[in-house]
């Protein structure tokens, strides 16, 4: 009898070793109606510890330029009557643009778990080629009166922006449920990328009326003046920052390794008055130690 008590001890001390082992946290131990006996102690995957992986995604980029020529206009004719009374630089000739484009990279982690609730830190990488281009509505021939004369503008430009990377630091919080872990995040991004912006401004100042608008000897031999004021920037490397929210789920498949799927919307902040934003969705996998 003395050795079925020792046996019955010994494999009592080794469950919860047993248990390490298969990667499961135990729970509270449950009782049955009445009390009386346990029904048995509740189990939840592991998650605490750190995690690496790796993963592909594909992203939308959507960018508005609406704004983009406004400082170039400005700057353009800042010392004539035409812009401080009419403000050509507020006409809107540049819209929004799209671009999609699949990117890879990894990420890396920390969780910690009180049993059923997992909360971490992570930083996700992607490296991509999202470019966007502005639609432009061109403004021709707009004849305006300015100081008692005609003064006749057109205006157009041009837009891109292409996000190359970018990275993002979250905070999220998931709930175990059997060996899966859904999850949501919050975090910042920084992120690099190049763009670039035009404007021309073309026209004639004091024209002859009625149209064409032409540039008369007879009636204006001197105050006939022809506009042409291109203008441009841009920058390649260009710092960009802003936020990120998503969700996700992670399942785990062996006691280490987890297969991942999540949703993620990028919020840029305005850079050379540029708008832009992120959405895009991922598949990855990783190593959990």
């Known amino acids: 009898m003395r050795w079925v008590i020792c046996a019955l001890t010994a494999l009592t001390l080794a469950s919860p070793v047993f248990a390490a082992d298969l990667g499961i946290l135990p729970g509270p131990q449950p009782v049955a109606p009445g009390g009386s006996l346990p029904v048995g102690p509740a189990t939840f995957t592991r998650w605490s510890g750190f995690y690496v992986g790796g993963q592909i995604s594909y992203g939308n980029a959507n960018a508005d330029f609406s704004t983009a020529t406004q400082p170039l206009v400005a700057s353009s004719l800042a010392e004539l009557a035409l812009e401080n009374q009419i403000g ?43 470019t966007t281009t502005a639609s432009v509505t061109p403004i021709n ?81 001197t105050t006939c003046v022809s506009l042409y004021f291109p203008n441009s920037t841009g920058q390649n490397g260009a710092l960009l920052y802003g936020f990120s929210v998503g969700g996700g789920v992670d399942w785990a498949i062996t006691q280490n390794i987890f297969l991942r799927g999540e949703f993620e919307y990028v919020q840029f902040a305005p850079i050379a008055n540029i708008v832009a934003s992120i959405v895009s969705a991922r598949v990855g996998a990783g190593f959990k130690f």
């Open 141 to 221: 021939t707009r004849a305006m009166q300015v100081a008692g004369n005609t003064d006749v503008v057109s205006l157009t430009g041009t837009g891109q922006l292409e996000i190359t990377d970018y990275a993002s630091f979250r905070t999220r919080a998931g709930w175990v449920l059997g060996n899966v872990l859904p999850y949501g995040f919050a975090g910042l991004v920084v992120g690099g990328g190049n763009y670039s912006v035009t404007s021309l401004v073309t026209g004639t100042q004091n024209a002859a009326t009625p149209p064409p608008y032409g540039c008369d000897p007879i009636i204006t031999p």
């Open 88 to 130: 050509v630089q507020t006409w809107p000739v540049l819209g929004s643009g799209s671009g999609d484009a699949v990117g890879y990279g990894g990420f890396v982690g920390y969780n910690t778990q009180w049993q059923d609730l997992v909360v971490g830190f992570e930083g996700n990488y992607t490296h991509t080629a999202l």
